[in-house]
């Protein structure tokens, strides 16, 4: 890379911005690793046939597991597909749209045939 | 843009360095969308049907859900995307072998999880004789879990040839796109596995 004389500011630029980035990508999965850890304890709690030290019902566990998915969704939109960059209106605009339709369906079809 | 004064030099970002690099990043987010769209519907079947299979073979999934075959499933695909977004910082820095080398590793992984869901779906089938024509919330189940498999199959089949192709052509403003558009592809199936897990699995688990 070095070899190349006229790409020496780019490569700056590009060296700093990477490193910023790099530490937000890691941040990202370490977060995702966590809350998959955490919806898989809950689970794996409220299955426990012993459950004498059950920490949380379904009614709770239900919800909560579901924010769960939808947060470690977002970071990973946001960071590993690059939607904090610059320049995102239109697929930002896109994937909202095919989200809140995938949304709708699913809140009609549960709401609809009862749960 | 101002790179392109340069001829063999390439842009910062090379994957929106050009009009057509711009468009096609712009069209595959609209891809995405409707992806969610046929995700979420398959998911709402799924949802729907759920509970709902008046048949007596209807099988309980929480008697042969295996939580911790899933749980391997999930940490190799999000070690995977973590993987390929690793392939797009080195594709930044225009280091070709960390393009490789993460590429690489991403479709390996890609092809274990695939070799995981294999083994589960040929458990369910002949060990729990829960097959795919067997009640409406077997389809349903199926055809979600299975839809998403094929993402990541072909997946796996894409980011391959896009390597093989990086071989020929190297890293131009004409293959950091589409480089850059896999691992997106890449990172959305991993997103769509994240629900799958939760509303498959772990809610099966407990209904």
């Known amino acids: 890379m070095a070899s190349h004389s006229n790409e020496s500011h780019a490569v700056d630029y590009k060296k700093a911005k990477s490193k910023h980035s790099a530490k937000l990508h890691y941040l990202t999965f370490s977060l995702s690793m966590i809350l998959t850890v955490i919806s898989f304890y809950i689970v794996g709690n409220i299955i426990d046939p012993a459950r004498e030290y059950a920490i949380t019902s379904w009614t709770f566990g239900l919800p909560f597991i579901t924010l769960l998915a939808i947060v470690q969704a977002l970071f990973q939109l946001i960071f590993w597909m690059h939607m904090n960059e610059k320049g995102h209106l239109f697929p930002a605009m896109g994937i909202a749209l095919g989200g809140f339709i995938a949304f709708t369906a699913v809140i009609a079809t549960v709401y609809w045939l009862g749960w | 843009m101002s790179a392109h004064s340069h001829p063999g030099v ?6 929106s360095a050009t009009l057509e690099g711009r468009n096609k990043l712009m069209g595959f987010w609209l891809f995405l969308g409707g992806e969610s769209v046929l995700f979420g519907c398959l998911f709402a079947t799924f949802l729907g049907l759920r509970g709902h299979s008046d048949d007596l073979l209807a099988k309980n999934p929480a008697e042969f859900f295996d939580l911790t075959t899933v749980a391997w499933s999930t940490v190799i695909l999000l070690v995977s995307s973590l993987t390929s977004v690793l392939a797009i910082l080195g594709m930044h820095k225009r280091n070709t072998k960390q393009i490789y080398l993460w590429f690489t590793v991403t479709v390996l992984l890609g092809l274990s999880f695939l070799g995981l869901e294999i083994m589960e779906f040929s458990n369910y089938t002949n060990h729990d004789s829960f097959h795919f024509t067997q009640t409406a919330y077997a389809s349903s189940f199926y055809t979600l879990v299975g839809f998403h498999g094929a993402h990541v199959l072909f997946g796996t089949l894409w980011i391959s040839l896009l390597l093989l192709q990086l ?3 190297g890293l131009t403003v004409v293959t950091a796109p589409k480089l850059y558009v896999a691992a997106l ?10 629900f799958i897990f939760t509303v498959v699995y772990l809610m099966g688990k407990v209904a």
Do not use: M
Request: glycine share 0%; charged share 20%.
């Open chain 2, 167 to 169: 071989t020929r052509k």
């Open chain 2, 10 to 15: 390439l842009p910062p970002h090379p994957e």
């Open chain 2, 185 to 194: 592809y890449w990172h959305f199936v991993d997103l769509v596995w994240v």
